[in-house]
């Protein structure tokens, strides 16, 4: 089957505009996380859903930041007024209770603000 | 909060060499996953441990558990050069949530 998937792979954009990142989860998973993996360092967690709800927003960096989940499928990640320090690949990952809870991750979006 | 530690950052090794990489938790671990990641690529799940003393091999990479020193290591034997690439350490957040806490990763290189 199908794996997680991401678009676009990579976005260039010019500080100060508007982003939407989209993740596609393996189908069936009720799980899905947001992490963000910036030069050098390793992964920040973001959000985590949970279906369509999302019980943990802790790791969003500022209200710039946002994301929602519609029919325990997509999300879409977006970014409002981006600054350089934004640039980052982002990843997205699911989750099922049945293969006990491992993540499966896409292969990102690398974006880079100028 | 809870933060992993891999050691060594970088690691170059001659190909056919065994090699190391920890990653040591500042909490109790109450899992450890154990991820590759390629450049563009995202993380290809290697293997997860749930049980401390717990160990899992997948064809040359044997992953163990030591709850006590709450740390995980992973071992390679007789390297190759498609075993290259950013390997990541992550573990279950406390608290109950479900997010995972990364480690910074340990690059590693093969030369042939």
């Known amino acids: 089957g199908a794996g997680v998937s991401q678009s676009p792979s990579n976005k260039v954009t010019e500080k100060g505009k508007d982003v939407e990142l989209r993740c596609d989860p393996i189908?069936?998973?009720?799980?899905l996380y947001w992490y963000r993996q910036r030069l050098g360092q390793g992964l920040e967690f973001l959000i985590y859903?949970?279906?369509?709800?999302?019980?943990?927003k802790s790791g969003l960096p500022s209200d710039r930041f946002s994301a929602e989940r519609t029919g325990e499928s997509v999300s879409t990640l977006t970014i409002q007024r981006t600054q350089q320090e934004d640039s980052a690949v982002y990843l997205c990952?699911?989750?099922?209770?049945?293969?006990?809870?491992?993540?499966?991750f896409g292969p990102g979006t690398r974006l880079t603000v100028t | 909060s809870q933060e992993l530690e891999q050691s060594p950052q970088s690691l170059i090794v001659q190909e056919g060499k065994n090699l190391t990489i920890n990653c040591t938790s500042s909490?109790?671990?109450?899992?450890l996953y154990w991820y590759k990641q390629k450049y563009g690529e995202g993380l290809i799940f290697l293997m997860m441990?749930?049980?401390?003393?717990e160990e899992k091999s997948h064809e040359k990479i044997t992953a163990k558990l030591d709850e006590k020193k709450q740390q995980s290591s992973l071992h390679i034997t007789a390297s190759q050069p498609s075993h290259a690439g950013i390997y990541l350490c992550?573990?279950?957040?406390?608290?109950?949530?479900?997010?995972?806490?990364f480690g910074k990763g340990t690059k590693l290189t093969v030369n042939p």
């Open positions: 990952a699911s989750s099922s209770y049945l293969s006990s809870y491992e993540q499966y």
């Open positions: 189908s069936g998973h009720t799980a």
């Open positions: 859903f949970q279906g369509n709800s999302a019980p943990d």
């Open positions: 909490k109790t671990l109450y899992g």
């Open positions: 441990l749930q049980k401390g003393g």
């Open positions: 992550g573990a279950p957040h406390q608290g109950g949530s479900e997010k995972l806490v």
